[in-house]
């Protein structure tokens, strides 16, 4: 069998993992051919104090598109993208995307990353772009504030991300992960198909953030009727208060071979049980997939948040403090590290809340 091939088009560091430095390994730790094409090509992420490089513009990528279509290398069976930086190069990635979509039937997944915690880090005529972007999308990972910023709506409660979730599907989208969003395990209890007694919260670990209020990501799939409904999970999540880059370039590359992963089963294996532990419950095969990818995201970030807590001799770490560089390298997701979790997510402990309203 031939090895699905992803296109993953976002930034390039030299050191550290953001952007494609996060993406390629787990990709091809999972059995994916990955070809990058670079938006930024920086020698450090933007969290240090200085970095070098510069960033390609849209004429640059669409160069580097034709190069590959002259050789007869533009056939993917996946495409990703990432941080892209300006309107012109989104302007010049969404026609490359277009034109693949032409000549095959590539699934993308596109992850809009414009910004985080109520603040745009790119400028805002990228917006509009993302939201005629995303109808080419087989499925969305943005974090919290950016589906706020594609839907043009806040969330509240569980009922307003309903209503994210579904501005996002009607735009065309057939799978929206939202990967950080903040909600109260009690409402999340109360909407859930089969309730649990704790809405999905997590334990409190040492340097975990302690909140009335949880993290989850809550994922949603449909087909491309309007008029069937979606089934919405919640997995919930701990948190720790630590200097975290990266993320969430590593979470869509995880959920493009998970997902690929997931609707290569049938229904009947995901309901099944098995060595996983995904057994316990018939779960989507997006909500599957979402399971592996928090498992492996859970990993990688506590055994990243243990070797930050170094610098300050045992205590938590935080923007101010990783102000050097060698404290923003200490800092770097340990991905490497990290290798058995990528492959071979521990999800015994782990639900998938179905919602309803």
């Known amino acids: ?66 190069g590959l279509r002259a050789n007869g290398l533009a056939e993917y069976t996946h495409l990703l993208t990432g941080y892209i930086g300006s309107a012109q190069s989104l302007a010049a990635v969404t026609k490359i995307i277009q034109d693949l979509q032409s000549h095959g039937n590539p699934f993308f997944v596109l992850d809009p990353v414009m910004g985080d915690n109520g603040e745009l880090y790119v400028q805002p005529d990228v917006i509009p772009l993302y939201r005629e972007l995303m109808k080419h999308a087989g499925a969305i990972t943005p974090n919290q504030f950016e589906a706020e910023t594609l839907a043009d709506k806040k969330i509240t409660d569980v009922k307003s991300c309903f209503e994210v979730i579904d501005i996002l599907h009607n735009a065309g989208v057939k799978n ?21 007694t704790n809405g999905g919260q997590q334990r409190q670990e040492e340097g975990e953030e302690k909140d009335d209020m949880s993290m ?23 948190t720790y208060d630590g200097y975290f880059t990266g993320t969430g370039d590593l979470f869509s590359a995880l959920l493009v071979a998970r997902l690929f992963e997931a609707e290569s089963s049938s229904p009947t294996d995901r309901g099944a049980s098995g060595d996983d532990g995904l057994g316990k419950e018939p779960y989507s095969a997006l ?22 807590k170094g610098i300050t001799s045992g205590g938590q770490m935080d923007r101010t403090q990783a102000s050097s560089a060698t404290g923003v390298k200490r800092c770097e997701l340990r991905l490497i590290q990290s290798k058995v979790d ?16």
């Open 216 to 238: 989850y990501c809550v994922c949603s799939s449909r087909s491309g009727d309007q008029d069937e409904k979606a089934r919405v999970f919640a997995i919930g999540f701990p």
């Open 176 to 196: 929206v992960i939202i990967t950080s969003v903040t909600l109260s395990p009690k409402d999340i209890a109360a909407h859930a198909v089969n309730p649990t």
């Open 342 to 357: 990528i492959e071979k997510p521990d999800v015994k402990d782990m639900d998938a809340i179905e919602l309803q309203l």
């Open 287 to 308: 909500a599957q997939a979402c399971l592996k990818v928090v498992a492996t995201m859970k990993a990688v970030v506590l055994r990243t948040f243990l070797a930050q």
């Open 1 to 66: 069998m031939t090895s699905p091939r992803v296109l993953s088009i976002q930034s390039h560091m030299v050191s550290g993992y953001c952007g494609n430095k996060a993406a390629t390994f787990p990709l091809q730790l999972l059995g994916f051919d990955v070809d990058v094409m670079n938006t930024v090509n920086f020698s450090n992420h933007t969290g240090y104090s200085s970095w070098a490089g510069e960033k390609a513009t849209g004429d640059q990528l669409t160069k580097l598109y034709e």
